[in-house]
């Protein structure tokens, strides 16, 4: 069943381009151009959500809204606001005006349709994405296209899960530009298929376009919690489809920036990380063989969420809210390089020069301005991000903190963070990453001790701790409580 959306304008002509518009996006749609009409339409039928011109007449939207408010008040209600030439500034019906009045989401002429498309989509559950998807009978043809690399995003083709139908047109890529859709939305793709493609035809790659990345995650991260919460799969399926997951919420971030719908997901992504870290007996056996050297960017932030989160569970401290605030700050924790010169945040420490390193240096404290005014981010997770880089023994950076004016959990952060660089930019496994991490020893000031202890206790399988009495007596590594 297509979702409904009521569209409320003055403007016909506007109108009739926006139900052309999300008509092919396959919404329903109803039309009307005055306050009193939607009023009539929404006591007649129920809508995903209503798009209204603040500035419509006979019932103004603003008396319609708060009309929908007190008498439909889950109703999702996007308002369209004008900026009214020769009004002061205080007097203009603004964006945040509206939503303190309670629209869900407000935008202001002009927009593209793209953007209020975005605004809807912000608010689909996985449910409303699957009901409007069409229902085909048989798969829709292959087509041709030629569209800019620069707007597709891909999976690998072993990573790509079958059966369900997909809520995007899927792609192979044939040459740089060209691409052939070999799924419309809708269509399922069916397990020969893809083999036809991976065997064949030697496809490594399945591609979709990033405007479909937030439902590519919203979509993703509901099926990982389901496969997180099946104690029947093991820890290395589950650290797998999290970092799918993960990886292409990151592309997301860095793609759209920090938008409420975008912070959501986040902390949808860093409960399942809480469940997995937490519920997952055979991680230990998991990270011991893990091997992921991809270097990118995305890939280096769930590694550092693995890590630190892990970390965190072996301390009697640990809570949900910790691992997940944890979580959060650690997704994000390199944000702060979105703001640095390109050349500088594609380099490594190594090869910068005095004043490349100085600019690396404030990635921290850009990560903290990109955040800081987001009330849907709590002060934990700022701080985090903010300390990432402080030092134990006070050789850190941007404030050269030392000791205990160090967050613990940033600490944690850090020490994760140079962990995983071993692992990734020395193609190390994890075990071997950590014997290197041991045999830095001046590094090793860089960290509170139990941290690096609560590191090596990731490693060992829980039981074994306490059957093999074998680490140094005077280890809190043997007295701690058991770890499970
Ligand atoms: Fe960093
Ligand atoms: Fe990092």
Redesign the pocket.
């Known amino acids: 069943m297509a979702l409904k959306i009521l569209l409320v304008d003055k403007d016909e002509e506007w109108l009739f381009a926006a139900k052309e518009y999300f008509e092919k996006l396959l919404y329903q749609t109803t039309l009307v151009s005055n306050g009193k009409d939607a009023q009539v339409a929404l006591y007649n039928e129920k809508f995903f959500a209503v798009v209204m011109n603040a500035f419509v007449q006979n019932h103004s939207g603003v008396q319609v809204l708060k009309f929908i408010k007190s008498n439909y008040p889950s109703q999702n209600v996007i308002m369209i606001t004008e900026i009214e030439e020769g009004v002061d500034k205080e007097d203009q019906l603004s964006v945040e005006k509206l939503r303190k009045m309670g629209a869900t989401e407000a935008i202001a002429k002009p927009f593209e349709m793209d953007d209020l498309k975005g605004l809807l989509e912000g608010h689909q559950s996985v449910g409303d994405m699957v009901s409007s998807i069409p229902r085909r009978k048989s798969l829709g043809p292959e087509e041709e296209v030629d569209l800019g690399d620069e707007k597709f995003t891909s999976v690998k083709i072993d990573e790509f899960y079958t059966s369900q139908p997909v809520l995007f047109d899927i792609y192979i890529k044939l040459r740089s530009n060209r691409y052939i859709k070999i799924l419309h939305a809708g269509d399922a793709l069916s397990k020969e298929r893809l083999d036809k493609y991976r065997n064949e035809k030697n496809v490594e790659y399945l591609y979709f376009e990033k405007k479909d990345l937030f439902k590519f995650v919203k979509f993703n991260s509901y099926f990982a919690k389901k496969v997180i919460a099946n104690e029947k799969v093991g820890g290395q399926k589950k650290v797998k489809l999290l970092q799918n997951v993960s990886e292409k919420f990151l592309e997301q971030t860095f793609h759209e920036g920090l938008k409420p719908q975008i912070i959501d997901q986040g902390k949808e992504i860093a409960e399942s990380v809480f469940e997995l870290v937490t519920k997952s007996e055979d991680l230990h056996k998991v990270f011991k063989s893990y091997s992921d050297f991809d270097p990118n960017a995305y890939t280096h932030a769930y590694l550092v969420t693995l890590f630190s989160t892990s970390i965190i569970k072996q301390f009697e401290w640990q809570s949900k809210t910790t691992i997940e605030c944890t979580a959060l700050a650690c997704l994000f ?2 944000i702060g390089k979105m703001k640095l010169d390109p050349d500088v945040a594609k380099m490594k420490v190594d090869d910068m020069n005095d004043e490349q390193l100085l600019e690396y240096k404030k ?2 404290e850009y990560g903290l301005e990109l955040i800081d005014g987001n009330p849907l981010i709590n002060n934990s997770v700022k701080q985090i991000i903010l300390q ?2 402080e030092h134990f023994d006070g050789t850190g950076f941007p404030f050269n903190k030392r000791g205990s004016k160090i967050l613990m959990l940033s600490n944690i952060v850090c020490l994760a ?1 140079n962990f995983v660089h071993i692992v990734q930019d020395e193609e190390k496994l994890p075990v071997e990453a950590l014997k290197v991490l041991l045999s830095r020893r001046e590094q090793l000031s860089w960290y509170n001790s139990r941290i690096v202890e609560c590191l090596i206790k990731v490693f060992v399988d829980p039981d074994k701790i306490m059957k093999d009495n074998h680490l140094p007596s005077n280890s809190r590594l043997v007295s701690n409580k058991k770890v499970s």
Do not use: A
């Open positions: 924790h390199d990635h921290p990432h880089h963070d």
